[in-house]
């Protein structure tokens, strides 16, 4: 059966029934489903009005997620978020940093990214990525300062894992800060040089001491994130890791949200995690 949902909208309970009529032909099984639905628009109306935004989209996910407990195809889930800023400007708080200053920050490590990518180029042919740092440096760097938390005390510390071709990124910070030493840097992706050598993905069986969760591309990230997550719940709910805080941070490049396991993001944790 397919219904004029604009004709539900726009007709009122003393509306013209023969412009309905003329509109699409009515049976006596569509007249009851046309009012059925009415029904169900005026209740959705009264729900906004007592409840607001939230209430109609919780009662809407309710709806969803019983039909799909039935077995019930829904041909039009809604299984994204709008692309529109879901925040008024009006509710907006002030950034807590110093623009000008993180801006120079990340012009900087974007250039020394691409220059160590560009090196690793010209010496040895084997390169690595630049455009996915490029285009995620602003979402790392706001991180970096205002997000990600490192364990401490009274904090169980996040896991960031990253879309493994920014690694360029990261290890500019780290040579920045310090971290890493210059010889590693020209080595990037040369691990058997001497004096050793950064290799291209994270993970911490590569660099013990600087990678503490492996990440990966083809959106493996996406269902590891949503494990590790559940299993940090399950430590915290029986007692064999302190309910201290922590969250774990996922970064998937645009490249792989069409492969198959980035459709794990739509599933919710058994364990209602909120730490992702």
């Known amino acids: ?87 008024p400007a009006m509710e907006e708080p002030a950034y807590p940093g110093d623009i000008p200053f993180e801006e120079r920050l990340e012009q900087i490590l974007r250039w020394n990214a691409t220059a160590l990518v560009s090196r690793a180029n010209d010496k040895s042919g084997v390169g690595g990525h630049i455009a996915t740092h490029a285009s995620a440096a ?16 009274d904090y169980g510390g996040d896991l960031v894992m990253l879309q493994p071709a920014t690694s360029p990124a990261i290890y ?34 590569l660099m013990p001491e600087f990678w503490e969760i492996p990440s990966a591309s083809m959106g493996i990230a996406s269902p590891a994130a949503i494990y590790q997550a559940r299993f940090i719940r399950y430590l915290e709910n029986r007692g064999l890791k302190a309910a201290n805080g922590g969250k774990v941070w996922c970064f998937i490049g645009d490249g792989e949200t069409d492969e198959p396991k980035c459709w794990a993001l739509s599933i919710s944790p058994p364990a209602k995690s909120s730490t992702i």
């Open 138 to 153: 602003t979402l790392m760097e706001v991180g970096q300062h205002h997000f990600f938390r490192c364990r401490d005390n």
């Open 172 to 205: 500019t910070r780290a040579w920045m800060e310090g971290r890493l030493d210059t010889r590693l840097m020209e080595n990037y992706r040369r691990e058997l040089q001497p004096g050793g050598g950064l290799p291209s993905y994270c993970h911490p069986r």
């Open 1 to 87: 059966m397919v219904i004029n949902y604009q004709l539900l909208t726009t007709l009122s309970p003393e509306g013209n029934q023969e412009m309905a009529n003329e509109t699409r032909q009515q049976t006596a099984p569509d007249d009851d489903f046309l009012a059925e639905g009415r029904e169900w628009l005026e209740s959705i109306d009264f729900i906004h009005r007592h409840y607001g935004a939230e209430g109609v989209d919780e009662i809407i996910q309710l709806l969803q997620g019983h039909a799909l407990s039935h077995n019930i195809p829904l041909s039009q889930a809604q299984l994204n978020t709008p692309y529109r800023n879901s925040i």
